[in-house]
């Protein structure tokens, strides 16, 4: 007879797998092995895609990266510590609304209390904002019917604890016979509520916010002001040079404000929501804490027109972003080294259409955010980030994922900074059977933190102290650390090395690092903000 842990684990599995997962992360670990060997059985019958990664940090987002991308998958790990490094994916799913799945597998309740191995208490571990629900040791057929209920209606990540005794190992192999539950019809449209004319408006989408962002300025003649990951940056009202603008006479001439999405990424953008004189209508945005920061006059889960609002507004706002735009490319042309800035629009310019960008946060999709290509609507371009919390962690890792994810689609790409490359270089370290997806990832290289130049913090009387604290120079030869993953790098120092190199991909996951300046950003980035509309 098959030992209660061996049940009750492929019991786990078979749930996920009728409850629409297709793909398993594994970190490996003892007291996991039960659930190991029921995903690895699973994978052999072909019902899952099967990865594996030493470090849990890393095998979380690249859950979190295989979700994003189209293909729902859980994440198993061993129990304690084990459990706590995959919170920071965990917390970015939450925020972000992504339906990961962890499933910890836990020691029996007689142990907890004790001082046994690899013991501590799993549930509610990542905090009320993460359902968690506990199988015991038995495989009980009500608690995997509700663990079939819980996944079905999942909006953010779920914790599955299952509680395992030992024998941890199976005497058998498992054929499982399970059948994939066919995937829900998409929710019905909203009915959208109706908007007046009068007011002069903009649209702002922020992370995720999706086609109906960029619908509704169409429809209404109304600036888009679309940050990368939106979902929006699409079509010709979609402006390049918004938050140039937001601080000009254009700017203090907004009067509404319809907003959908997470827009994280400009000071200007959160000083215009936050204006007493502005009204502010709102698409609800998902997440944990979907509450905005600021004062909001009404929502609804979409919105509409009647007609087309007067053209003026939407042409002075074309006109004024075009003046600029040009303004930005000549600065930019004629600074004497190679720019952050031109390595975003170079790697913006590489996404072809159906292709996938995957940038992460801090400076490069702040660059990104000035220097997006101009994108047709229908070319299926997508862009994504972790902008739950907009944190540095695992973006290598859900890359990769992100990538792997996709079923179709054409070119991927990552950008992103060098440190935020560093915290998650882990995510190179793959075992020779393990899928590995074409992918370029680009490495804006100015050996430090440079955001941080052009806050508070990198004014000058705080020179003494501010590499040591923010700066953060580091030193690391790159070539040597891919080198050591045998990971393909190519290191270019100008914009035409880079384009070639853009051109003309490996395959597999390969690395281009671009090298730019540190010591001149404050001062480059305030030459950008100073930039304003001249006459055509």
Not at 35 to 55: M, N, V
Not at 301 to 320: C, F, K, S
Not at 337 to 343: C, G
Not at 366 to 384: N, P, Q
């Amino acid at each position: 007879m098959t030992n209660p842990a061996t049940q009750l684990a492929r019991a786990v599995v078979s749930a996920l797998i009728e409850a629409g997962l297709t793909d398993v992360v594994i970190a490996p670990g003892s007291r996991n092995a039960p659930l190991s060997f029921a995903a690895y059985d699973a994978a052999e019958a072909g019902l899952l895609r099967l990865h594996t990664r030493i470090d849990e940090r890393s095998a979380g987002f690249l859950a979190l990266g295989l979700t994003r991308g189209g293909a729902r998958t859980a994440v198993i790990c061993t129990s304690g510590t084990a459990v706590a490094n995959l919170h920071p994916a965990v917390l970015e799913a939450a925020h972000a609304a992504v339906p990961l799945v962890v499933v910890s597998a836990d020691r029996p309740a007689r142990l907890r209390g004790t001082s046994a191995n690899q013991t501590t208490d799993h549930l509610g571990l990542f905090g009320p904002l993460v359902a968690t629900t506990n199988l015991a040791d038995a495989a009980e057929t009500a608690e995997v019917a509700g663990l079939l209920d819980a996944l079905g209606g999942a909006a953010g990540p779920l914790h599955l604890n299952v509680q395992l005794d030992e024998p941890l190992l199976p005497d058998d192999t498992w054929s499982p016979g399970v059948v994939r539950a066919e995937r829900s019809a998409r929710a019905a449209r909203p009915e959208p509520t109706l908007l007046r004319f009068g007011p002069r408006t903009v649209v702002v989408a922020g992370d995720d916010a999706g086609p109906p962002a960029r619908v509704l300025a169409e429809q209404a003649g109304w600036p888009l002001l679309a940050e990368p990951t939106s979902g929006s940056r699409t079509g010709d009202h979609a402006l390049r040079c918004y938050r140039l603008l937001l601080d000009g006479e254009l700017g203090r001439r907004i009067e509404r404000v319809v907003v959908a999405g997470h827009p994280t990424l400009s000071r200007p953008v959160a000083r215009l929501l936050g204006r007493a004189d502005v009204e502010v209508l709102e698409i609800p945005a998902a997440g944990a804490w979907a509450e905005r920061p600021f004062r909001v006059e009404a929502r609804a889960d979409a919105w509409a027109v009647e007609g087309t609002d007067d053209p003026a507004w939407l042409a002075e706002w074309r006109e004024a972003d075009a003046s600029v735009a040009r303004q930005l490319d000549r600065l930019l042309a004629s600074e004497p080294e190679l720019t952050p800035h031109e390595v975003a629009g170079a790697v913006s310019r590489a996404v072809p259409p159906s292709g996938l960008l995957v940038v992460g946060a801090s400076s490069p999709i702040r660059d990104l955010d000035l220097m997006v290509a101009h994108y047709e609507v229908g070319d299926r371009r997508k862009v994504i980030a972790n902008r739950g919390l907009a944190g540095i962690d695992g973006v290598v890792s859900t890359a990769i994922g992100a990538a792997l994810g996709r079923t179709h689609g054409s070119r991927n790409l990552a950008l992103m900074g060098d440190v935020t490359f560093l915290h998650d270089a882990n995510g190179l370290l793959l075992g020779p059977a393990e899928a590995r997806p074409d992918l370029t990832i680009v490495v804006v290289n100015d050996d430090g933190g440079s955001i941080f130049t052009m806050l508070e913090q990198g004014a000058p009387e705080h020179a003494d102290r501010f590499e040591a604290l923010f700066g953060t120079p580091h030193g690391v030869d790159l070539a040597s650390l891919c080198a050591a993953t045998r990971t393909p790098h190519w290191k270019v120092d100008s914009l035409g090395e880079l384009e070639h190199a853009l051109a003309s991909p490996n395959g597999g996951i390969e690395v281009v690092e671009a090298v730019v300046r540190r010591d001149n950003r404050r001062e480059l980035d305030a030459r950008i903000r100073a930039l304003a509309p001249l006459p055509l």
